[in-house]
């Protein structure tokens, strides 16, 4: 590596843990009150990268706000690389956007300058960041370089395909230097195909960088490229899929399933195993020597759930 990048980071020096702990957003408007996140934990190590799935509206892009410091979390722990994101005024917020995090949006759009060419958008951030002109240009191109860029640097998003304009994105979003990357289904415009190379390059710069890696992405193909994947449902992480030999041939890759136990000791069973057997409001749980068997509550099922009572408009029986 040459001398811009290596004032960077070669490796860990620079990329962050990210440590949240019963997570709460609740959005407030006039009568309604939504709980997008509801108790969420999840640590990511420093340099690893992870894929965050879930259906929509089950709190995703709201983590990703909070980890972007863009939104403030109700109460719960959420800090990055040691940066409080809870406790901290507007200008600490600005600073930690500015040198801290860099965000990839879906919308190709969204993460460019239509005016600037690649090169420039990229120069961008860096010219906020206060970089002197010659620096600007090397990082520019280098960072162009390991995404693929370079040869396009002169183009202007509108002269460039859109998996092309979030290879620059991503170049946008690691010039100053962050100890996280976000990225919020950066890959949800583009064609399979495509989806897979601009997710190569995620790959690639957490692998040379080492900068730390949260990617949701709804596309089955591109999750499974990484060691681990965790799984959003209703606010909370449900499972998590361990993986061996991630990003090799797939049937290489061994793949492991855990349900995901969060500090106060509730795990969300999975919804296919709980339409299987059938299992209602409560279940008979019982604890062996190594394992904990769980059964449906047959006595009481019927009673409770056959026939719901007819109830007045008060909701009383
Ligand atoms: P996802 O990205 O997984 O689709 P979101 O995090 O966007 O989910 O949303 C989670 C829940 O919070 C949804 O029910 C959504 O409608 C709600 N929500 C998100 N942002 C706001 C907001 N600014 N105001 C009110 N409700 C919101
Ligand atoms: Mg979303």
Same mark, same amino acid.
């Given at each position: 590596?040459?001398?811009?990048?290596?004032?960077?980071?070669?490796?860990? +020096?620079?990329?962050?843990?990210?440590?949240?702990?019963?997570?709460?957003?609740?959005?407030?408007?006039?009568? $309604?009150?939504?709980?997008?996140?509801?108790?969420?934990?999840? =640590?990511?190590?420093?340099? &690893?990268?992870?894929?965050?799935?879930?259906?929509?509206?089950?709190?995703?892009?709201?983590?990703?706000?909070?980890?972007?410091?863009?939104?403030?979390?109700?109460?719960?722990?959420?800090?990055?690389?040691? =940066?409080?994101?809870?406790?901290?005024?507007?200008?600490?917020?600005?600073?930690?956007?500015?040198?801290?995090?860099?965000?990839?949006?879906?919308?190709?759009?969204?993460?460019?300058?239509?005016?600037?060419?690649?090169?420039?958008?990229?120069?961008?951030?860096?010219?906020?960041?206060? =970089?002197?002109? +010659?620096?600007? +240009?090397?990082?520019?191109?280098?960072?162009?370089?390991?995404?693929?860029? $370079?040869?396009?640097?002169?183009?202007?998003?509108? &002269?460039?395909?859109?998996?092309?304009?979030?290879?620059?994105?991503?170049?946008? %979003?690691?010039?100053?230097?962050?100890?996280?990357?976000?990225?919020?289904?950066?890959?949800?415009?583009?064609?399979? %195909?495509?989806?897979?190379?601009?997710?190569?390059?995620?790959?690639?710069?957490?692998?040379?960088?080492?900068?730390?890696?949260?990617?949701?992405?709804?596309?089955?193909?591109?999750?499974? #490229?990484?060691?681990?994947?965790?799984? $959003?449902?209703?606010?909370? $992480?449900?499972?998590?899929?361990?993986?061996?030999? %991630?990003?090799?041939?797939?049937?290489?890759?061994?793949?492991?399933?855990?349900?995901?136990?969060?500090?106060?000791?509730?795990? #969300?069973?999975?919804?296919?195993?709980?339409?299987?057997?059938?299992?209602?409001?409560?279940?008979?749980?019982?604890?062996?020597?190594?394992?904990?068997?769980?059964?449906?509550?047959?006595?009481?099922?019927?009673?409770?759930?056959?026939?719901?009572?007819?109830?007045? #408009?008060?909701?009383?029986?």
């Amino acid at each position: 590596m040459t001398d811009v990048l290596s004032d960077v980071p070669a490796g860990r +020096r620079t990329s962050g843990p990210v440590r949240c702990e019963g997570l709460v957003r609740i959005y407030q408007s006039a009568d $309604i009150e939504v709980v997008a996140l509801q108790g969420l934990d999840l =640590h990511v190590e420093p340099g &690893e990268m992870i894929t965050v799935i879930g259906a929509s509206g089950s709190g995703k892009s709201t983590l990703l706000n909070v980890l972007g410091g863009l939104d403030e979390p109700t109460a719960g722990v959420a800090s990055v690389g040691g =940066h409080d994101l809870t406790q901290m005024s507007m200008r600490q917020r600005n600073a930690y956007r500015r040198d801290v995090v860099g965000f990839v949006w879906q919308q190709t759009s969204r993460n460019l300058q239509p005016y600037l060419d690649a090169r420039r958008n990229v120069e961008f951030p860096l010219a906020i960041g206060g =970089h002197g002109r +010659r620096s600007r +240009r090397i990082r520019a191109e280098q960072l162009l370089d390991l995404v693929g860029m $370079i040869d396009r640097a002169d183009h202007r998003p509108s &002269e460039l395909s859109g998996g092309e304009q979030q290879r620059v994105a991503i170049a946008v %979003a690691l010039a100053n230097h962050p100890q996280l990357l976000l990225a919020d289904e950066p890959t949800g415009e583009l064609d399979t %195909a495509t989806a897979v190379e601009v997710f190569d390059v995620l790959r690639r710069v957490n692998r040379e960088l080492g900068v730390t890696g949260v990617i949701v992405t709804h596309d089955p193909l591109v999750s499974q #490229q990484v060691d681990r994947t965790v799984a $959003i449902r209703d606010g909370r $992480i449900s499972s998590e899929i361990v993986r061996e030999g %991630a990003g090799l041939d797939a049937s290489r890759v061994i793949a492991r399933e855990y349900s995901v136990l969060d500090s106060a000791g509730r795990l #969300q069973l999975p919804e296919r195993y709980v339409t299987q057997l059938d299992l209602r409001r409560r279940v008979r749980l019982e604890l062996e020597p190594d394992h904990i068997g769980v059964w449906r509550d047959v006595e009481h099922d019927g009673a409770l759930w056959a026939k719901p009572e007819p109830r007045d #408009q008060e909701g009383q029986p």
